[in-house]
T-cell receptor, first 113, second 114 residues
Framework: DAGVTQSPTHLIKTRGQQVTLRCSPK?????VSWYQQALGQGPQFIFQYYEEEERQRGNFPDRFSGHQFPNYSSELNVNALLLGDSALYLC????????????FGPGTRLTVL | KQEVTQIPAALSVPEGENLVLNCSFT??????LQWFRQDPGKGLTSLLL?????REQTSGRLNASLDKSSGRSTLYIAASQPGDSATYLC?????????????FGQGTTLQVKP
């Protein structure tokens, strides 16, 4: 049983560009959350998707947007990249909105030059 | 606004020592608290979850305690091993509806020397 998978593993972009990160949840899970983890910091919640809708959002600008597909996979899009967007982006999946158990993927390391 | 703090930021101990990692939070109105482990460049693995009504949880050599009134949690690691070297993060969940929104501390990076 595959756990949470994310692609790509690493990504290098330049300022002003746009990026799309992808996440496939663990089998049987229907809820996906995205986190940003800057170097040396704890993860910060970006948003959560359930039933193809954004259900909760953290304190991130509108440059950060997402999508959830009918198969429960999800994308995170970041527009007009800034140097400060360089981070490890983590995806977590769970079953339903109230589950205590979240499984995290290995993350996508984004470097903005 | 809930803030989570972990002290120390880094810790180095010889193999076999018992150690305690600390986590504090500013708002005692939490639903639960989790401790995670993160290996370099990797995702997070949940170690222990303590519901707000519980005082502690144990798994093998790990024991986590929770004192809501003082806004503190500790992770106790017994007989540390080099394989325990990793970053340990605590995270709080504020309510039963905010399932995805975990608020993390900045982590404690542990090195266990053989």
């Amino acid at each position: 049983d595959a756990g949470v998978t994310q692609s790509p593993t690493h990504l290098i972009k330049t300022r002003g560009q746009q990026v799309t990160l992808r996440c496939s949840p663990k089998s049987g899970h229907d809820t996906v959350s995205w986190y940003q983890q800057a170097l040396g910091q704890g993860p910060q919640f970006i948003f959560q998707y359930y039933e193809e809708e954004e259900r909760q959002r953290g304190n991130f600008p509108d440059r950060f947007s997402g999508h959830q597909f009918p198969n429960y996979s999800s994308e995170l899009n970041v527009n007009a990249l800034l140097l400060g967007d360089s981070a490890l982006y983590l995806c977590a999946s769970s079953y339903g909105l109230v589950s205590d158990t979240q499984y995290f993927g290995p993350g996508t390391r984004l470097t903005v030059l | 606004k809930q803030e989570v703090t972990q002290i120390p930021a880094a810790l180095s101990v010889p193999e076999g020592e018992n150690l305690v990692l600390n986590c504090s939070f500013t708002d005692s109105a939490i639903y639960n608290l989790q401790w995670f482990r993160q290996d370099p460049g990797k995702g997070l693995t949940s170690l222990l979850l303590i519901q707000s009504s519980q005082r502690e949880q144990t798994s093998g050599r790990l024991n986590a305690s929770l004192d809501k009134s003082s806004g503190r949690s500790t992770l106790y690691i017994a007989a540390s091993q080099p394989g325990d070297s990793a970053t340990y993060l605590c995270a709080v969940r504020r309510s039963s509806s905010n399932t995805g929104k975990l608020i993390f501390g900045q982590g404690t990076t542990l090195q266990v020397k053989p």
